[in-house]
Protein backbone atom coordinates (compact mmCIF):
# COMPACT_ATOMS: atom_id res chain seq x y z
CA UNK A 1 0.00 0.00 0.00
CA UNK A 2 1.19 3.46 -1.05
CA UNK A 3 2.07 5.99 1.83
CA UNK A 4 0.22 9.10 2.43
CA UNK A 5 3.34 10.52 3.71
CA UNK A 6 5.45 9.77 0.80
CA UNK A 7 2.95 10.71 -2.22
CA UNK A 8 2.71 13.91 -0.23
CA UNK A 9 6.74 14.39 -0.39
CA UNK A 10 6.32 13.29 -4.53
CA UNK A 11 3.75 15.94 -4.54
CA UNK A 12 6.21 18.46 -2.91
CA UNK A 13 8.95 17.66 -5.17
CA UNK A 14 6.74 18.14 -8.21
CA UNK A 15 5.54 21.11 -6.70
CA UNK A 16 9.37 22.89 -6.17
CA UNK A 17 10.95 21.51 -8.98
CA UNK A 18 13.87 19.95 -6.62
CA UNK A 19 14.56 18.15 -3.14
CA UNK A 20 15.46 21.46 -1.27
CA UNK A 21 12.66 22.72 -2.30
CA UNK A 22 10.37 20.00 -1.19
CA UNK A 23 12.44 20.18 2.24
CA UNK A 24 12.28 24.01 2.64
CA UNK A 25 7.67 23.21 1.49
CA UNK A 26 7.41 20.37 4.37
CA UNK A 27 9.49 22.39 7.02
CA UNK A 28 11.96 18.91 7.12
CA UNK A 29 15.20 18.02 6.05
CA UNK A 30 16.41 17.60 2.28
CA UNK A 31 17.77 14.33 3.74
CA UNK A 32 14.31 13.38 4.78
CA UNK A 33 12.51 14.35 1.68
CA UNK A 34 15.51 11.90 -0.15
CA UNK A 35 14.74 8.74 1.99
CA UNK A 36 10.83 9.02 1.47
CA UNK A 37 11.36 9.58 -2.19
CA UNK A 38 14.07 6.53 -2.29
CA UNK A 39 11.33 4.49 -0.16
CA UNK A 40 8.43 5.51 -2.29
CA UNK A 41 10.68 4.04 -5.44
CA UNK A 42 11.03 0.84 -3.68
CA UNK A 43 7.32 0.54 -2.92
CA UNK A 44 6.41 1.39 -6.75
CA UNK A 45 9.25 -0.36 -8.10
CA UNK A 46 10.41 2.83 -10.64
CA UNK A 47 12.17 5.47 -10.42
CA UNK A 48 10.55 8.49 -9.93
CA UNK A 49 12.94 11.49 -10.63
CA UNK A 50 15.84 12.03 -12.39
CA UNK A 51 18.67 15.02 -12.03
CA UNK A 52 18.11 18.18 -14.12
CA UNK A 53 20.73 20.59 -13.45
CA UNK A 54 20.45 21.65 -10.09
CA UNK A 55 16.64 20.00 -9.93
CA UNK A 56 15.30 16.85 -10.30
CA UNK A 57 13.08 15.90 -13.73
CA UNK A 58 9.77 13.49 -12.83
CA UNK A 59 9.80 10.50 -14.71
CA UNK A 60 6.58 9.22 -16.27
CA UNK A 61 5.72 6.87 -13.61
CA UNK A 62 6.25 9.90 -11.07
CA UNK A 63 3.59 12.02 -13.51
CA UNK A 64 1.28 8.97 -13.44
CA UNK A 65 1.43 9.67 -9.53
CA UNK A 66 1.29 13.45 -9.01
CA UNK A 67 -1.90 13.41 -11.29
CA UNK A 68 -3.81 11.03 -8.85
CA UNK A 69 -1.74 12.07 -5.43
CA UNK A 70 -4.02 15.15 -6.19
CA UNK A 71 -7.40 14.00 -5.19
CA UNK A 72 -5.33 12.15 -3.35
CA UNK A 73 -4.31 14.68 -0.60
CA UNK A 74 -7.46 16.86 -1.06
CA UNK A 75 -9.64 13.54 0.32
CA UNK A 76 -7.24 12.95 3.21
CA UNK A 77 -7.45 17.40 3.83
CA UNK A 78 -11.66 16.80 3.66
CA UNK A 79 -11.15 14.03 6.42
CA UNK A 80 -9.02 15.50 8.68
CA UNK A 81 -11.83 18.78 8.74
CA UNK A 82 -14.59 16.15 8.97
CA UNK A 83 -12.78 14.97 11.99
CA UNK A 84 -12.15 18.11 13.72
CA UNK A 85 -15.27 19.53 12.86
CA UNK A 86 -16.55 16.35 14.95
CA UNK A 87 -14.15 16.78 18.20
CA UNK A 88 -15.64 20.26 18.65
CA UNK A 89 -12.50 21.30 19.76
CA UNK A 90 -9.99 24.32 18.17
CA UNK A 91 -6.57 23.06 18.50
CA UNK A 92 -3.44 22.74 16.59
CA UNK A 93 -1.73 25.05 14.14
CA UNK A 94 -3.34 27.45 11.51
CA UNK A 95 -1.06 28.95 9.36
CA UNK A 96 -2.00 32.34 7.89
CA UNK A 97 -0.28 34.71 5.49
CA UNK A 98 -1.50 38.01 4.90
CA UNK A 99 0.16 41.47 2.93
CA UNK A 100 1.75 43.48 5.40
CA UNK A 101 -0.32 46.44 6.89
CA UNK A 102 -3.63 43.97 6.72
CA UNK A 103 -0.66 42.07 8.88
CA UNK A 104 0.11 44.88 10.64
CA UNK A 105 -3.63 46.74 10.95
CA UNK A 106 -5.99 43.85 11.65
CA UNK A 107 -4.21 40.03 11.75
CA UNK A 108 -1.99 41.80 14.95
CA UNK A 109 -5.19 42.51 16.74
CA UNK A 110 -7.12 39.41 15.75
CA UNK A 111 -4.75 37.06 17.22
CA UNK A 112 -4.64 38.09 20.94
CA UNK A 113 -8.34 37.65 20.66
CA UNK A 114 -7.96 34.69 19.26
CA UNK A 115 -6.03 33.37 21.66
CA UNK A 116 -8.46 34.28 24.42
CA UNK A 117 -10.84 32.75 22.69
CA UNK A 118 -9.18 28.94 21.25
CA UNK A 119 -6.62 28.91 23.97
CA UNK A 120 -5.18 25.79 22.36
CA UNK A 121 -4.96 26.97 18.64
CA UNK A 122 -1.99 28.44 17.62
CA UNK A 123 -1.65 30.75 14.74
CA UNK A 124 1.68 31.14 12.89
CA UNK A 125 1.89 34.30 10.42
CA UNK A 126 3.51 34.88 7.34
CA UNK A 127 4.07 38.71 5.60
CA UNK A 128 2.79 37.34 2.33
CA UNK A 129 1.96 39.77 -0.80
CA UNK A 130 -0.45 37.56 -3.09
CA UNK A 131 2.00 37.00 -5.78
CA UNK A 132 3.68 34.45 -2.69
CA UNK A 133 0.47 33.83 -0.81
CA UNK A 134 -1.76 32.68 -3.25
CA UNK A 135 0.24 29.65 -4.27
CA UNK A 136 1.40 29.08 -0.81
CA UNK A 137 -2.42 28.52 -0.45
CA UNK A 138 -2.53 26.03 -3.27
CA UNK A 139 0.04 23.93 -2.22
CA UNK A 140 -0.86 23.65 1.50
CA UNK A 141 2.24 25.42 2.48
CA UNK A 142 -0.57 28.05 4.37
CA UNK A 143 -4.13 27.44 5.49
CA UNK A 144 -5.44 30.49 4.58
CA UNK A 145 -4.26 34.15 3.68
CA UNK A 146 -5.34 37.64 3.05
CA UNK A 147 -5.21 39.93 0.34
CA UNK A 148 -7.24 43.37 -1.45
CA UNK A 149 -8.95 43.60 -4.43
CA UNK A 150 -9.01 47.30 -5.31
CA UNK A 151 -12.27 48.63 -6.85
CA UNK A 152 -12.23 47.80 -10.69
CA UNK A 153 -9.34 45.14 -10.22
CA UNK A 154 -9.94 42.58 -8.54
CA UNK A 155 -7.44 39.36 -7.99
CA UNK A 156 -7.54 36.58 -9.99
CA UNK A 157 -7.83 33.26 -7.86
CA UNK A 158 -8.03 29.70 -8.90
CA UNK A 159 -10.75 27.71 -8.75
CA UNK A 160 -9.29 25.39 -5.84
CA UNK A 161 -9.52 28.55 -3.43
CA UNK A 162 -12.48 30.27 -1.69
CA UNK A 163 -12.52 33.68 -0.69
CA UNK A 164 -14.80 35.73 2.14
CA UNK A 165 -14.89 39.64 2.29
CA UNK A 166 -13.48 41.21 5.82
CA UNK A 167 -13.48 44.69 5.51
CA UNK A 168 -13.40 47.92 3.59
CA UNK A 169 -10.11 49.75 3.17
CA UNK A 170 -10.51 53.14 1.98
CA UNK A 171 -7.36 54.84 0.54
CA UNK A 172 -6.27 58.80 0.91
CA UNK A 173 -3.77 60.72 -1.66
CA UNK A 174 -1.08 61.86 0.42
CA UNK A 175 0.68 65.37 -0.01
CA UNK A 176 3.49 67.26 1.51
CA UNK A 177 1.88 69.36 3.87
CA UNK A 178 3.38 72.34 2.11
CA UNK A 179 1.51 71.40 -1.27
CA UNK A 180 -1.16 73.54 -2.66
CA UNK A 181 -4.11 70.62 -2.30
CA UNK A 182 -2.96 69.88 0.90
CA UNK A 183 -5.30 71.70 3.26
CA UNK A 184 -8.29 70.65 0.99
CA UNK A 185 -11.02 68.54 2.97
CA UNK A 186 -11.89 66.51 -0.27
CA UNK A 187 -10.01 66.26 -3.48
CA UNK A 188 -11.17 64.93 -7.07
CA UNK A 189 -8.42 63.20 -8.19
CA UNK A 190 -8.19 65.46 -11.91
CA UNK A 191 -6.64 67.92 -10.07
CA UNK A 192 -3.73 66.01 -9.82
CA UNK A 193 -3.23 65.84 -13.24
CA UNK A 194 0.94 65.83 -13.98
CA UNK A 195 1.39 65.04 -9.66
CA UNK A 196 4.87 62.83 -9.55
CA UNK A 197 3.22 59.54 -7.63
CA UNK A 198 5.65 57.54 -5.06
CA UNK A 199 3.66 54.05 -6.20
CA UNK A 200 3.96 50.65 -4.65
CA UNK A 201 7.19 47.92 -6.11
CA UNK A 202 6.73 47.38 -10.03
CA UNK A 203 5.04 44.51 -11.11
CA UNK A 204 3.17 44.61 -7.85
CA UNK A 205 -0.65 44.13 -7.84
CA UNK A 206 -1.07 47.75 -6.28
CA UNK A 207 0.98 49.10 -8.53
CA UNK A 208 -0.85 47.96 -11.54
CA UNK A 209 -4.02 48.69 -9.70
CA UNK A 210 -2.62 52.65 -9.56
CA UNK A 211 -1.86 52.89 -12.90
CA UNK A 212 -4.67 51.46 -14.52
CA UNK A 213 -6.26 54.02 -11.96
CA UNK A 214 -5.35 56.67 -13.14
CA UNK A 215 -5.46 56.18 -16.73
CA UNK A 216 -9.11 55.02 -16.33
CA UNK A 217 -9.77 58.69 -15.44
CA UNK A 218 -7.70 60.14 -18.19
CA UNK A 219 -4.32 61.06 -16.24
CA UNK A 220 -1.24 59.35 -17.44
CA UNK A 221 0.73 58.42 -14.06
CA UNK A 222 3.98 59.82 -13.81
CA UNK A 223 6.09 57.71 -11.21
CA UNK A 224 8.87 59.22 -9.75
CA UNK A 225 9.80 56.17 -7.12
CA UNK A 226 8.66 52.81 -6.56
CA UNK A 227 8.65 51.32 -3.03
CA UNK A 228 6.25 48.98 -1.16
CA UNK A 229 6.97 50.16 2.79
CA UNK A 230 4.73 52.97 3.97
CA UNK A 231 6.66 54.76 6.08
CA UNK A 232 9.20 55.35 3.22
CA UNK A 233 6.36 56.41 0.93
CA UNK A 234 5.75 59.00 3.64
CA UNK A 235 9.18 60.21 4.60
CA UNK A 236 9.68 60.69 0.59
CA UNK A 237 6.51 62.59 0.59
CA UNK A 238 7.75 65.02 3.86
CA UNK A 239 11.03 65.47 1.68
CA UNK A 240 8.41 66.97 -1.02
CA UNK A 241 9.37 64.20 -3.83
CA UNK A 242 5.53 63.47 -4.75
CA UNK A 243 2.48 62.37 -3.65
CA UNK A 244 0.59 58.64 -3.02
CA UNK A 245 -2.05 56.76 -2.27
CA UNK A 246 -1.91 55.99 1.35
CA UNK A 247 -4.60 52.85 2.37
CA UNK A 248 -5.85 53.24 6.29
CA UNK A 249 -5.17 49.93 7.64
CA UNK A 250 -2.29 49.72 9.72
CA UNK A 251 -0.77 52.60 8.96
CA UNK A 252 0.56 54.22 11.57
CA UNK A 253 1.82 57.23 12.59
CA UNK A 254 1.75 60.38 10.28
CA UNK A 255 4.52 63.18 9.94
CA UNK A 256 4.07 66.21 11.07
CA UNK A 257 5.45 66.81 7.09
CA UNK A 258 2.44 65.09 5.53
CA UNK A 259 -1.52 65.69 5.26
CA UNK A 260 -3.94 63.21 4.39
CA UNK A 261 -6.38 64.05 1.51
CA UNK A 262 -9.85 61.74 1.43
CA UNK A 263 -10.55 61.64 -2.71
CA UNK A 264 -13.68 61.82 -4.44
CA UNK A 265 -14.67 59.33 -5.16
CA UNK A 266 -13.56 57.22 -2.71
CA UNK A 267 -10.61 55.03 -3.09
CA UNK A 268 -11.16 51.70 -1.95
CA UNK A 269 -9.75 47.90 -1.29
CA UNK A 270 -11.72 45.01 0.09
CA UNK A 271 -9.71 42.90 2.33
CA UNK A 272 -10.87 39.35 2.06
CA UNK A 273 -9.34 35.80 3.50
CA UNK A 274 -9.34 33.14 1.09
CA UNK A 275 -8.54 29.36 1.42
CA UNK A 276 -8.57 25.89 -0.16
CA UNK A 277 -12.15 24.43 -0.74
CA UNK A 278 -10.67 20.99 1.06
CA UNK A 279 -8.98 23.10 3.75
CA UNK A 280 -8.14 20.56 6.67
CA UNK A 281 -8.09 23.32 9.35
CA UNK A 282 -11.82 24.66 8.44
CA UNK A 283 -13.21 24.86 11.73
CA UNK A 284 -10.07 27.00 13.05
CA UNK A 285 -10.39 28.87 9.53
CA UNK A 286 -14.06 29.75 10.46
CA UNK A 287 -13.08 30.55 14.18
CA UNK A 288 -9.96 33.24 12.42
CA UNK A 289 -12.46 34.65 9.68
CA UNK A 290 -14.89 35.40 12.70
CA UNK A 291 -12.45 36.99 15.24
CA UNK A 292 -10.66 39.16 11.90
CA UNK A 293 -14.61 40.35 10.68
CA UNK A 294 -15.10 41.49 14.80
CA UNK A 295 -12.01 43.15 14.92
CA UNK A 296 -12.28 45.19 11.72
CA UNK A 297 -15.56 46.79 12.83
Not at 122 to 140: C, F, H, K
Not at 178 to 203: C, M, Q, T, Y
Request: with cysteine; hydrophobic share 45%.
Amino acid sequence: MLSVDRLRTLHAIAANGSLNGAAEALHVTSSAVSQQLTKLEREVGQALVERNGRGVRLTEAAQILVEHTGQILSLVQQAEAALESHRGEISGTLELSSFASGARGLVTPALGLLAQEHPKLRVQLSELEPDYSIPAVVRGDSDMALAVDWEGSPIDLPKSVVKTPLMLDVADVALPVNHPLAHRELLELDELVGEPWISWGKGSICHDWLQGMLRARGIEPIIAHSVDEHQTKLAMITAGLGAAVIPRLGLGPVPEGVRLVPVQPALARQVFAFWRKDAARLPAITAAVRTLRETAV
